[in-house]
């Protein structure tokens, strides 16, 4: 998971994030525990606090639940909200683009090219997920 | 009388000015901090970080109304304060005759309680040398010595004064484990002074930006990032702004380009500027910690 | 308590080195030359030789110790001001006072080391060959071996004064020995002038020694308890 300090973004939104995609990719696995807060904090070099809100934030959406005295597990439907959750994602860098576009001074049509051309790059690379 | 060791703040400074000669280095600051948290102390080269840290911890003389660590005051019992606050100075001047183990010794005699199994631990941990005397210390291991020897004591309050300055990327990785595991293990409250942005950003909930001895903003960090931004309008030809939108910390005129970083953001202000006779087009861009960091310093300096 | 005075003997290692040099070997020498003489000259005259040339080194090595007492308190505070250890000190909580009780503590031990040494040889030569002394013209040999022990403590005490303030140990050595001797010439240059020959007594440059020793002292001391800067 790469945390950006750089970005305007909240540390605990990037930190939630990062888990989203983890769990739709299959890093951690619906029933599978996450790491302790501890863990967590020092492996990706962020304050305790900062990660228990990233947490409560993914409780709160329901891709995680505490099991008392065990830890935090993903829940049953995790990997299919996280995949949802990872579109909304998907759909903010794609806004930013069009602005980004927009404040060029392209058209519509050259903005749609530009996203087949990336559309054609993926399909290239592979994936083995469609 | 018994203070209430609990609920007081962390630090609790107000009116707190330091001259040196003719130069004022902190211009009558006030500051709390509550405990539990992490604070970064952001600020230039001479903004005065080092010189507050310093009287916080009883080893440079002030004046202040009020000059409260932890509940004492720092002028009447200094010996308290330090018993209490693990310390990690800018500068390390340890005895450099000495060996680490001899260091140890000679501060575990100084405090009480010292806890020698986590002394123990961060000394494996570090992977420092008992044997080795200070002058032969790295300056990596100098930071690493400094921060085992401010958290063995366990202190209630660590206080990091540039602590990652001139350490390299992996003593600087270890640097920041090691004083996240004592967050994590004893929940106390931290001050760090840095100007290593991503650093601070990574560590603390709160940052308080310094210029010139006089504190500019306090605030929780996430706070502050998501309700300042950077309002650009381009403007008519010949044109001139005039009033910028209110709460404005810096502006500048580019060209036809106009900047404002606005604070306590709201689209009311993007109306306003908008209205404006002189705009053709505004756009509000989001603001990293360093351009915000660098826009508060710059309006501080213009606004002089 | 016990690691600050390790702290404080470790800082005075050339001090205490200096310290032996200066008992051990004029005393050394003297015992040489004696043991020598012995063998080559006819005219020996036992153990009075003995006693005469301890009694001489003795009273040297008290004489050359009022020096080393001089840099031992230029020494004191300063030496850790130089490298800024004291920087590294004063974030520790250990009291001002404990600091200080601590140097001197060690600087008695060192002084006593001197003292005892070298009075007790010239103590062992007098209850040896009272004799010989009694024959020594003015001044006596209390004075002398008391008047280096005043000097010694009042060099101590006013580099001491300089040393709570300065951040160098030779510069608060130098100044120390420097002030003390102006002000001693100049009581004497006064003392000279203004008291009638008759009513000059070993009381006035004593009091003059006494005076200064407890003052800078005093003085130095309570400075650097009431400084917050280390």
């Known amino acids: ?130 | 009388m018994t203070p209430q060791k609990d609920t007081s703040p962390a630090i609790e400074i107000q009116g707190l000015t330091k001259r040196f000669g003719r130069t004022v280095a902190v211009d009558n600051l006030s500051l709390t901090i509550p405990r539990g948290s992490t604070f970064g102390l952001l600020g230039p080269n001479g903004a005065g970080k080092s010189t507050t840290i310093k009287i916080l911890m009883g080893i440079l003389s002030a004046m202040a109304e009020k000059l409260q660590v932890l509940g004492v005051d720092v002028r009447t019992n200094p010996k308290l304060v330090k018993q209490r606050v693990g310390y990690v100075p800018e500068m390390h001047h340890i005895y450099r005759w000495m060996r680490v183990s001899e260091v140890i010794g000679f501060c575990r005699s100084c405090y009480q309680p010292w806890n020698d199994r986590t002394c123990r631990e961060t000394l494996d941990l570090f992977a420092l040398d008992p044997a080795k005397k200070v002058k032969h210390l790295s300056k990596g291991m100098l930071a690493k010595l400094s921060l085992l020897l401010a958290v063995s004591h366990e202190p209630e309050m660590l206080l990091l004064d540039e602590p990652l300055s001139g350490l390299d990327p992996i003593v600087r990785e270890e640097f920041l484990e090691g004083v996240l595991g004592t967050i994590c293990s004893r929940g106390q409250t931290v001050l760090i002074s840095s100007h290593m942005l991503d650093d601070v950003r990574r560590l603390s909930d709160t940052i308080g930006i310094l210029n010139e001895g006089r504190l500019l903003v306090q605030d929780n960090i996430d706070h502050l990032l998501t309700t300042t931004k950077r309002i650009c309008a381009t403007l008519k030809d010949g044109c001139r702004p005039e009033r910028p939108p209110e709460g404005t910390i810096w502006q500048r005129v580019n060209g036809r380009e106009w900047i404002a970083t606005v604070r306590d953001f709201s689209p009311d202000k993007v109306q306003q500027v908008s209205a404006l006779d002189g705009v053709e087009h505004v756009e509000v861009q989001d603001l990293g910690l360093e351009e915000l960091f660098k826009d508060f310093i710059k309006g501080q300096r213009v606004s002089k | ?230």
């Open chain 1, 1 to 130: 998971m790469k945390i950006n300090p750089s970005s305007h973004v909240p540390i605990y939104l990037q930190i939630a994030e990062g888990i989203r995609a983890a769990v739709a990719a299959g890093v951690y696995r619906p029933g599978e525990a996450l790491p302790s807060l501890r863990n967590m904090a020092i492996q990706i070099k962020v304050n305790p606090n900062t990660v228990q809100r990233a947490y409560d934030e993914l409780e709160r959406e329901g891709l995680i639940y505490a099991q008392r005295g065990k830890g935090l597990f993903v829940a049953e439907k995790g990997t299919a909200s996280a995949q949802s959750q990872a579109g909304d994602g998907v759909r903010r860098v794609l806004d930013e683009a069009v602005r980004a576009g927009q404040a060029a001074g392209m058209s519509a049509d050259q903005v749609r090219e530009l996203f087949n051309k990336a559309i054609q790059g993926m399909i290239k690379i592979g994936s083995k997920r469609r």
């Open chain 3, 1 to 230: 308590m016990k690691w600050l005075l390790w702290k404080d003997f470790r800082l005075n290692w050339l001090i205490i080195i200096m310290a032996l040099f200066i008992v051990v070997v004029p005393n050394l020498i003297a015992v040489t030359v004696t043991c020598y003489a012995k063998h080559d000259y006819h005219n020996y005259n036992g153990s009075a030789d003995f006693s005469n040339t301890l009694f001489v080194s003795a009273t040297s090595s008290l004489f050359l110790s009022s020096i080393v007492f001089a840099f031992m308190g230029g020494n004191a505070i300063a030496c850790e001001r130089a490298d800024r250890s004291a920087e590294f000190l004063a974030y520790l909580p250990i009291s001002r006072g404990k600091i200080i009780t601590s140097k001197l503590l060690v600087a008695l031990l060192i002084g006593a080391f001197i003292w005892i040494v070298n009075f007790s040889i010239i103590g062992i030569c007098y209850l040896a060959v009272p004799q010989n002394f009694m024959q020594k013209s003015s001044p006596p040999i209390g004075a002398v071996t008391g008047g280096f022990l005043i000097a010694g403590l009042t060099f101590f005490c006013v580099t001491w004064l300089f040393s709570c303030f300065m951040q160098s140990q030779a510069i608060s050595a130098g100044s120390g020995l420097f002030t003390t001797l102006l002000l001693t010439y100049a009581f004497a240059f006064i003392v000279h002038f203004f008291i009638v020959e008759e009513n000059i007594t070993i009381f006035w440059p004593l009091g003059l020694a006494i005076t200064l020793s407890l003052a800078s002292l005093v003085g130095g001391t309570w400075y650097y308890l009431r400084r917050v800067e280390p």
